[in-house]
């Protein structure tokens, strides 16, 4: 049996949560946008700078090496923690936005050409179709979108015609509005062998699940620290060793380089060469920290708890609110995380969200930046409520009495 989350003590982890808003206690529903980060985030980069700021790489004083080891440290944990084979593999960037412009910027322009296709999905998140949509402006590859089924999962019936010839499939691990986990091993081994690459946008999935990129067979994998407990500003890429030596540099300046002269350049080792400029240090070790944090907790108990609490949550949301509510995700539990995405029946998403505000109830309203899902939908907007390891069925009842208070608001 996996170890159960004791949420009283993870709640009291985070300074946050002891909050009020609006003289009741503050009920945060709102971590597929980003997560609160625990004490032990805070206190490792506070001790960083009060320690051992110093630039990276760079300096041979005590205080300057201690910072690089901080910092490379920290990446070797982050790996692990997804399941690479070295520290080495992994790149810092931004967020995982940056990670996917990273790939469709090097990857993909040096060997993508005028029509070949690239298959996304139509859950995907704008990170990881805008990138591709510049692309194809600039080249003219093709985009191919796999559907959804009615019950909101990707619709695979025409899958080997949409790999046909294509060169990448780039696809969410977990969609951020509707929670579906897609199965990212069937995905790869259905793309590679139509000859495709495989990027995985694990944004919502690293946080929530036990990820190993070597199970997945995946070629990169995308993921943000803010959504993970972590600081924002910080975020990575995984891809595999081979790919990352032959792709070109992404920006250039200092770091990224072995030898500069006036007649030109060489790059820096993997996976230096794709980190131009004075890296996110403290950011990277608070990164670092949160992944401890997760490791202790546990990923198998995050997602257990993460399970039941959306079961409760989806359950009573039927109960209360039967038909005059529409939950947009899957029912079935195994196949989803804990983004719930719903509409009042005549109530607009974002009204219900200012209402809950006044139960200090934090929920998020609008396109999630997945427009061309709601446009598969047919709804403009949703109201979307989300889970982490500090909820509790507390924080699912206070969202469920605001929701009431809400929807008779509007009745009148
Ligand atoms: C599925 C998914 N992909 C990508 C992103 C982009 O993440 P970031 O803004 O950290 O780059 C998000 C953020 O909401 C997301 O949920």
Redesign the pocket.
């Known amino acids: 049996m996996s170890p159960r989350l004791d949420v009283a003590r993870v709640k009291a982890d985070f300074p946050i949560l002891k909050r009020q808003v609006n003289g009741k206690r503050l009920v945060y529903l709102d971590s ?2 980003t997560s609160q980060k625990p004490l032990a985030v805070l206190d490792a980069m506070d001790r960083y700078y009060r320690e051992c700021n110093a630039n990276v790489h760079r300096g041979v004083y005590t205080i300057a090496e201690e910072a690089t080891a901080a910092f490379e440290a920290a990446r070797a944990t982050v790996a692990a923690f997804v399941g690479a084979g070295h520290a080495h593999e992994l790149v810092w960037v ?5 990670a996917i412009n990273l790939v469709a910027y090097t990857w993909a322009r040096a060997n993508l050409r005028d029509g070949d296709p690239i298959v996304l999905t139509h859950m995907e ?1 704008h ?2 179709v805008v990138p591709w949509q510049i692309l194809a402006a600039e080249r003219g590859v093709e985009i191919r979108w796999i559907p959804l089924t009615p019950d909101f999962r990707l619709d695979l019936s025409g899958l080997d015609a949409l790999l046909d010839g294509a060169r990448l499939l780039a696809v ?1 691990a ?3 509005v509707l929670g579906t986990i897609n199965d990212i091993r069937a995905l790869a081994d259905a793309a590679h062998a139509a000859g495709a690459h495989v990027l995985v ?1 694990a ?2 999935a690293v946080p929530h699940l036990a990820v190993d990129v070597a199970a997945w067979d995946a070629d990169f994998v ?1 993921f ?1 620290a ?2 993970m407990c972590g600081p924002t500003g910080i ?1 990575a890429l995984w891809a595999r060793p081979e790919l990352l030596e032959a792709m070109p540099p992404f920006m250039g300046g200092g770091e990224m380089i072995s030898q500069v002269t006036v007649d030109g350049f060489t790059t820096n080792e993997v996976p230096w060469k794709f980190e131009a400029g004075t890296p996110a240090i403290a950011e990277a070790v608070g990164f670092g920290a949160a992944v401890d944090y997760l490791a202790d907790l546990g990923m198998d108990a995050v997602r257990e708890h993460e399970q039941s609490l959306t079961a409760y949550t989806l359950d009573a949301l039927d109960r209360r609110f039967g038909d005059n509510l529409t939950i947009y995700g899957p029912r079935d539990i195994e196949a989803r995380g804990g983004a719930i995405s719903f509409l009042f029946e005549g109530i607009h998403a974002h009204d219900i969200s200012q209402v809950v505000d006044e139960e200090a109830v934090c929920v998020r309203a609008g396109h ?2 997945a427009k061309p899902l709601m446009r598969v939908l047919g709804v403009p907007a949703t109201t979307r409520a989300s889970f982490y390891v500090y909820n509790d069925e507390a924080d699912a009842d206070a969202l469920l009495d605001a929701l009431v208070r809400a929807e008779q608001f509007f009745a009148f």
């Not at 931004?94 to 940056?98: I, M, W």
């Open positions: 597929a946008a931004r967020n995982a936005t940056e998140h990170a990881n969410s977990m969609s951020n946008d944004c919502q995308a943000s803010h959504k975020g999630h930046c």
